[in-house]
T-cell receptor, first 115, second 114 residues
Framework: AQSVTQLGSHVSVSEGALVLLRCNYS??????LFWYVQYPNQGLQLLLK????ATLVKGINGFEAEFKKSETSFHLTKPSAHMSDAAEYFC?????????????WGLGTSLAVNP | EPEVTQTPSHQVTQMGQEVILRCVPI?????FYWYRQILGQKVEFLVS????????KSEIFDDQFSVERPDGSNFTLKIRSTKLEDSAMYFC????????????FGPGTRLTVT
């Protein structure tokens, strides 16, 4: 069975500081990994994805994530936080096998950016 | 840019009533999904749909739930007799038939059961 753990339900950073949101996964098959962002009162927007190509993945809004198989991690980073980055961030995994494509989600990390 | 749309944005219903949540997936996508997010909890998979049939469903998706693709554009989730615990945000998503399998989400329908 697959699972996702996001360490830290709330992360607070200063504007301009490094953002690091942690995600660890468990999967018995090669995973496909995703980060989604949810702004207040909005839907889920795809930030970036790992699909077995490059291990360092770049996404929208300056975010990137690195797939580390040995650590079963897919942490999300951004060098310099902006006020507009304040949102809920979700890590998700799927096996992508056949027709079984359900996303398994982490609990989410709420990012606050302080001026 | 194509997007998934959902209606209504907010639905209030009384316990025991039937509700239908509607979604219009991205037009060339062939996989469709419903997820829900109870306030303060993680997003949970409900059901996936492909080739006019359910391809996978979770334990949550019991006999009270059903999905349908009544025409070439809409994808609906029906809850026959709503319970208080069905109150949640319901998200519809769609994806292409081939990799890399990213799912595109609609803005959600907030269902409140009173």
């Amino acid at each position: 069975a697959q699972s996702v753990t996001q360490l830290g339900s709330h992360v607070s950073v200063s504007e301009g500081a490094l953002v690091l949101l942690r995600c660890n996964y468990s999967s018995s098959v090669p995973p496909y990994l995703f980060w989604y962002v949810q702004y207040p009162n909005q839907g889920l927007q795809l930030l970036l994805k790992y699909t077995s190509a490059a291990t360092l993945v770049k996404g929208i809004n300056g975010f990137e994530a690195e797939f580390k198989k040995s650590e079963t991690s897919f942490h999300l980073t951004k060098p310099s936080a902006h006020m507009s980055d304040a949102a809920e961030y979700f890590c998700a995994v799927t096996s992508g096998a056949g027709n079984n494509r359900k996303l398994i989600w982490g609990l989410g990390t709420s990012l606050a950016v302080n001026p | 840019e194509p997007e998934v749309t959902q209606t209504p944005s907010h639905q209030v219903t009384q316990m025991g009533q039937e509700v239908i949540l509607r979604c219009v997936p991205i037009s060339n996508h062939l996989y469709f999904y419903w997820y829900r997010q109870i306030l303060g909890q993680k997003v949970e998979f409900l059901v996936s749909f492909y080739n006019n049939e359910i391809s996978e469903k979770s334990e949550i998706f019991d006999d009270q739930f059903s999905v349908e693709r009544p025409d070439g554009s809409n994808f609906t989730l029906k809850i026959r007799s709503t319970k208080l615990e069905d109150s949640a945000m319901y998200f519809c998503a769609s994806s292409e038939a081939t990799g890399p399998y990213e799912q595109y989400f609609g803005p959600g329908t907030r269902l409140t059961v009173t």
